[in-house]
């Protein structure tokens, strides 16, 4: 109970000192003004939704060959939070895009691939209510979610190639892309604090899994008696 | 070898089922022409219109259509309790996975071999001097769709809500799919025809990706 009262207060500190960087610390962007330094927390979300979508990827590999209530346990958690941060990733977006395109959406490819991420992953979770018997739904929503994160690269692939006239990836993009030193450091830390607040929700989210198991245990034990 | 021909057994047995009664196929077909006569009420039909968003329409028209179409692959097993006797007789449970895609997509193709002149003769598109290409294009996404959607289909036979279930799953994770193929289409279609070789490169690439994972992970979806 008191180390994950201190890693809560911790986070809370990270995510604090991080948004305080993110808006007295970072230099000033030349063209967008104020409204640039959502960049922040909207990329540092992104970035944590894939990590959140990639353990919930190898949780179901690993639940499929494994068969352990705690991978499938890991895979939802992981699952609902990188659901979270990708809604976030959605709806800061459109902030940013407004002022700055003059428009709060546009089907470019990184957008629309984040939609189209978003609406697999939500799958995933409403299959997951449809089937009643806990191996059962573990196993078929652990394929499910294979399948989903396989078709990731695919999706943004085919929507980068066809589908697309948007700005070029800024971190780790073309050479003469990239952010200044005093950004990228505030950005790095963004992303660390964000991390770790997914690491909080997610060890939340998995005790909470595990109790719900456990209860449903007990009450399949309750009415087979 | 013994995969292939239990496989080709199946496919088989899927296919006469499905020509006694023809249903699927009937079915599948009226639907496709239905969505296609409810499309054309969306936008004004021209030459030009009919080019660029003629091909999107097909083929959403077929990914719905597909999307219904494989409902009945595993419920038909279900209720006529068939499927562990099906898993009994085969030594590599693939086999019936594979047998049931294949029939899949022979039923997709051929309903959109079917509905392809009728959309040409509508929509004022010359579907036949380009239709050995435009076969090649319906046979990469038919195998896409069919592969992704046989594993869903397994997947949604077992849950409640399933007709309503199997196009939620099937149909977001078939974007790269619609959008590759239209794009083929689309450019297939042109007064000035021409293939684009990377649409059809990225369908196989889908194709082989939804194959190979099926091919490790696909048994799992059919454990009791």
């Known amino acids: 109970m008191l180390k994950r009262a201190i890693f809560g207060l911790l986070v809370f500190g990270l995510v604090g000192a991080s948004t305080y960087a993110s808006f007295f610390i970072a230099p000033d962007e030349r063209t967008m003004g104020l409204i640039y330094r959502i960049f922040y927390f909207h990329a540092a979300c992104g970035w944590v939704m894939f990590t959140a979508f990639f353990i919930c990827f190898f949780c179901n590999i690993a639940y499929a060959l494994r068969r352990e209530p705690r991978w499938d346990a890991l895979g939802v958690s992981a699952a609902e939070v990188g659901v979270a941060f990708n809604t976030v990733v959605l709806i800061t977006g459109p902030i940013w895009a407004h002022p700055v395109w003059g428009i709060w959406w546009t089907w470019d490819a990184r957008l629309t691939s984040t939609f189209v991420l978003w609406l697999l992953y939500i799958a995933y979770l409403v299959l997951r209510t449809l089937i009643e018997e806990p191996d059962r739904r573990a196993l078929l929503s652990s394929i499910f979610g294979i399948f989903a994160f396989l078709d990731v690269p695919l999706v943004y692939g085919s929507i980068r190639w066809w589908r697309t006239q948007h700005p070029q990836p800024v971190i780790m993009g073309a050479p003469g892309s990239g952010l200044a030193p005093a950004m990228l450091k505030v950005f790095f830390f963004s992303v660390f604090a964000m991390h770790a607040l997914m690491l909080l929700l997610l060890s939340e989210r998995y005790r909470v899994e595990k109790m719900r198991g456990e209860v449903d245990v007990f009450r399949r034990e309750l009415e087979g008696a | ?224």
Not at chain 2, 12 to 26: A, I, M, P, Y
Not at chain 2, 60 to 80: D, G, I, K, V, Y
Not at chain 2, 200 to 223: H, K, M, Q, R
Request: charged content about 15%; overall charge negative; glycine content about 6%.
């Open chain 2, 1 to 224: 070898m013994s995969l292939l021909a239990n496989a080709t057994t199946l496919l088989g047995k899927e296919l006469r089922t499905e020509f006694r009664s023809r249903e699927l196929l009937t079915t599948t077909g009226v639907f496709i022409l239905t969505v296609i006569v409810l499309f054309s009420f969306t936008f004004d039909p021209g030459a030009v219109e009919s080019r660029r968003f003629g091909p999107g329409l097909l083929w959403l028209a077929f990914l719905f259509a597909a999307s219904l179409m494989l409902q009945p692959c595993f419920l038909r097993e279900q209720t006529n309790d068939t499927l562990s006797a099906l898993r009994l007789s085969v030594s590599d449970p693939f086999a019936i996975l594979l047998g049931k895609l294949a029939a899949n997509t022979l039923f997709l193709l051929l309903t959109e071999l079917l509905m392809l002149p009728v959309f040409g003769i509508l929509f004022n598109v010359p579907v036949f001097r380009v239709f050995g290409q435009l076969v090649l294009v319906l046979f990469l996404g038919s195998l896409g769709v069919s592969t992704a959607g046989t594993a869903l289909a397994a997947i949604s036979a077992q849950a409640r809500m399933r007709e309503l279930l199997l196009p939620l799953l099937l149909l977001p994770m078939l974007t790269p799919v619609l959008i590759a193929s239209t794009q083929v289409t689309i450019d297939l279609l042109d007064p000035s025809p021409f293939m684009e070789w990377k649409g059809i490169g990225f369908l196989a690439v889908f194709d082989l990706v939804f194959l190979t994972a099926l091919w490790l992970f696909g048994e799992y979806l059919l454990e009791e």
